[in-house]
């Protein structure tokens, strides 16, 4: 029988460190706003439902 696959991520080191100050600390830049708002307007465009999507974008 096959044993399913389990997804996951193991960061270590430096990697792990940048993973967790990103996550104190995240950075927005004014292009990834824009981004998200393209895709807010593209998402109401087709359809498209987000459930967890809740923003002031």
Known sequence: MVKP???GLVLEGEDAKEFFRNE???V???KLVGMFKRAKKYMRKTGF???FYNSRL
């Open 49 to 51: 439902k987000l459930e």
């Open 24 to 26: 104190k600390n995240p």
């Open 28 to 30: 927005v830049s004014k």
């Open 5 to 7: 696959i389990e997804l």
